[in-house]
Nanobody
């Protein structure tokens, strides 16, 4: 299984970035997909998650209204559109896959629940 994240970079406050994560080696539709981030000296934090169909999404409060998670199951890809970026958004962003194991499966926000992880992509927001 591989999750390949891309799209990070350096942007000024107020700017936008779009992260992508392409999955291979798994049946993409059987996984909830999530984005997490980790700033230096801090724990890994849930940012957003999307259900297998893409119809449901959850966000951490600090990004609601600014970030949008989506997925394209035909391309095995999950996206994170980040608008109105702030210096506090600076972190390494990771995509992750959580295998669905029941009919009514929730979008988990705990990193230890997720089965597979990408390598991370750096997002730096300057003030």
């Amino acid at each position: 299984v591989q999750l390949q994240a891309s799209g990070g970079g350096l942007v000024e406050a107020g700017g936008s970035l779009r992260l992508s994560c392409v999955a291979s080696g798994l049946y993409f539709r059987s996984y909830v997909m999530g984005w997490f981030r980790q700033a230096p000296g801090q724990e890994r934090e849930f940012v957003a998650g999307v259900s297998s169909t893409g119809n449901n999404a959850n966000y951490v409060d600090s990004v609601k209204g600014r970030f949008t998670i989506s997925r394209d199951n035909a391309k095995n890809t999950v996206y994170l559109q980040m608008n109105s970026l702030k210096p506090g958004d600076t972190a390494i962003y990771y995509c992750a896959a959580d295998k669905i194991t029941s009919v009514y499966y929730s979008i988990n926000d705990k990193p230890e629940i997720y089965d597979f992880w990408g390598q991370g992509t750096q997002v730096t927001v300057s003030s």
